[in-house]
């Protein structure tokens, strides 16, 4: 097997601050490469000066050899010349990346066209073929507008390959989309290493399975462990690797609280039913919410999860059906934690203004906070800063701390960790689980990860399967 | 990096400063030096700066110290009005449009939708031929014209804050409307405002010295900037100088509220 | 395509109505006896007497309560008879129909100086955006914006009139005197535009498809004239619609300051004078050039945006 592309002691620095130690890795034909890591890790940063496309502060050093010739000396002109040609680049996000304003199949063709040379009807007959064979047939003259995150991802890959390059970089490739479409984007770039060789990042512990191959784990910069896919994933050496794959829903243990009594109801839903946009989201739906329940909602993006939840707590009218509530329950013990931490909270001011205000609104007895912040292992220090100062994780772990010092009955999680780093995800997951079973509150919680619902929940109601 | 203060970047800084000199000069020229502008001196047309006249006269020897300051306080007094009149309407019409929306919301973008079929400067024409010479039109036209922008804009962020998940948080915890005004989306709105204050009163006082200039704004003797202009410009071989300034405080105020304003859009 | 052509309808319409009820309110302000002042108009004041302004305000009836005048006086909007001028006695449309011809010549002569101005400037600026060019034309296009309108038609009147005697002062006889006018439009225009250019540019050239674009393997021309025009093209033309209020503002003052034979010269005129009919027409007439113009802006982002056209 011959070496593709070797990359010695590559390093990042922004004004003298390293974001990436030095690293080294090589890639053969047919080899699939992939790197582990959270968000900050710097795995992007590894990808974006492989390709020259480092942001302006940022430097790199060492040296990225492609066909023995170093490419990190090369002018900027000449380096752009080997895009497309010798190296190809996934985007993170493909909906940004695609020229909203040209149908499908134009973007993948100008590249056969002014790339590969073909003439303009052989390259767009050409792109044609290509969006037939990733299931896009149907959607050759769509604008990207009109496409779904996952149709928009396999768009964006035959639209970095048709330049023929044997080398596909992909960052985060999967981000945002659920299991089913991931799958498919693991598929196409298990194509691509046929062709040639991939190297992935991805924070996805399914993913790098998937495409098997070596695996190398970051964390801040640093290459923490690495090895062949199958050997490190079933035996981590390494601390954080451990903690990383056991991140994995599928690692998790069984943390579904015990099961109590028979429960009184605080929620009873009969035969609703809802369409959007003129398609049916659900019908005939029955539903009950035991007091401390922890019931699970899963499905596919866009089949409505969402929309239910909005229709449980009143905030979206039902086109039929009944929702009956436990009788002389103050409306604000039915609550709704957000999918955007920082979304929910009003930014710039202080959080710990934001808790006063809502303590001085229900006359709560403020005793209450300090042990609360405790058992969500929140520093309460936090609370002088805003919530754009707050990480993601502490900020999600803040606003159940809100939720829950109004004793709620309900709880509707919106997918509250899929914004969240993995090891948060799990903390943050079993934390909300706890401590709302501590107080009684039942917890609809909505995720399109199965494997997550089946770790945490009592049942598990799923919806669409049209979507 | 570009460095702050008072939250401010530095061309909003340079601004801010040169609003406050010229404010400073218009009031400090009304207590300091305190001549009537309108005092005429036929012996002395166009005397150069003197230490009683730091500016020199025009060519009625009125002193131009006392004109331009007076003509400064007027512009600035005018726009500052204007601009209060306006973003109160605005404001208030836009977060009532924003938040209810139905009925009202559509009256109210009539109402905007006819203002916006004309240019500013013809529906401040209509205004001052209702009353020519009148301070109190030229203020209720050019009010007109400028609370369109604050509606709009103020209109378009609270449908937006309306629908977002922080307020729709807030209310399910409990918290009124009132509250989400103030905590959610007065912070969101503030910004916008001040920017579209600054480019309001630099918009009035190019309007107001617009109309001067086709003599159909303020009558002389009122010591305007736009009537000053077209009173010296025949002037302007002999005394250049003297057309030069009211020219130049045009430019510094307008100046001075676009750095202030952010000067890019 | 007919909604927005049905939308601008019906705003040309309002705008018809606003302008013609203040207008009743002004010809009600005006001092004086209506009737007597509308004989002496006529006859001239020297043959007006108290019996011909009975007959005119009989003829008129002026003697009718307040809303049927009104009715009346819209009435007369909606058959387009925009009556007589106070100051000349002639019809009203007529002359403003003339007026709007010269008018017209001059916005598009301006409007064609500031794209050749601004299309270079700008996109020139964004490819080296931060650069000396870059920010040369900012600080141009800041000391532009500061000025009234009619400052830099005066100062270019100094300069190439009154020194350099290259072009005449002022009026209107063939195309010498076209050019200054246009130009002073022009260079406001340019002032803001060339930056909204820049801007847009800068914007696509940084955004993500165009960086993939790059990555594709097209090169940076390939990308810009595939991807880079037409998104950089929206915002720019929509912009164009609030621009168009300025550049009306601009013609009133740079009309006046050449004395232009243009409807913003008669307006300002007709104000000065309090000739309201006149007022009315010139003022209807900017509005619907406005109207227009800015239907014209909105054909053109359909035509650009291929997402209007197709079902979501």
Redesign the interface.
Known sequence: MSVLLQVEALSVSANDVTLLEPLSLSLKTGEALTILGETGAGKSLLVQAIMGLLPSPLQARGRVLLDGQDIGRLKPALRARLWGRQLAMLPQEPWHALDPLMPAEQQVAEVYRYVGGLSAPDALERSRQDLAGVGLAGAAERLPGHLSGGMAQRLAFCAATAGGAPIVLADEPTKGLDASRRDQVAALLRRARERGAVLTVTHNIEVARQLGGHILVMRDGRLVEQGEAEELLARPKDGYTRALIGADPQHWPDITPTDGAAREPVLTVRGLHKSRGGRLLFEGLHMTVGRGEIIGISGDSGCGKSSLGDILLGLLPADGGEIRRAPQIARHRYLKLYQDPPAAFAPGIPLGRLFDDLIGLHRLDRRRLAPLLQRLRLDPGLLQRTSVAVSGGELQRLAIARALLLEPLLLFADEPVSRLDPITAREVIALLVQSATEQDCAVLLVSHDLELLRKTCHHVVSLGGRA | MTRRLLGLRRGQLAGLVLIAALVCFALLEGLLHGADPASQDLANPFAGPSLSEPLGTDQYGRSMLARLAAAVRLSLALSLLCVVTSATIGVAMGVVAGWRQGLLDKCMS?LL??A???????LV??F?????GSFLMLYVGISAVLWVEYFRVVRAITRRVAA???V???R????GAL?CVR??LW?AIVGPVLTLAAFGA?ASI?AL??LG????GLRPPTAEL?LM?VEL?PY?NEAPWVLAQP?LA??LL??GL??LAG??E | MMTLVAKRLLQAALMIWSIGTLSYVLMRLLPGDMAFRIAAGRYGYDNVNLAASEAVRAELGLDRPAWQQYLAWLADLVRFDLGDSLVSGLPVAHEVSHLVLHTLQLAVAAFACAVLLALPVGLFAAFRAGGWFDRCSLVASAFLRAQPVFVIGLALVLLFSLHLKLFPVAGFNGSKYLVLPAVSLALVMAAVSSRVIRHSAVGVIRSAFFDFSRVKGLSFAQSFWRHGVRNAALPVVAFLGIQFAGAIEGIVMIESLFSWPGVGHGLAHAVFNRDVPMIQAAAMALGLIFVGLNLLVDIACYLIDPRERTEP
């Open positions: 009539l939708n006819i916006l079929a004309l240019p500013g400067l013809v024409l209509l001052a031929s209702l009353a020519p977002s998940p922080q729709q948080a807030s399910m915890l409990g918290f509250y905590r959610h912070p630099s190019l010295a617009a200039f086709i003599a159909v736009g202009m410009f302007y020219i045009v430019f307008v100046l676009n750095l000067g890019e």
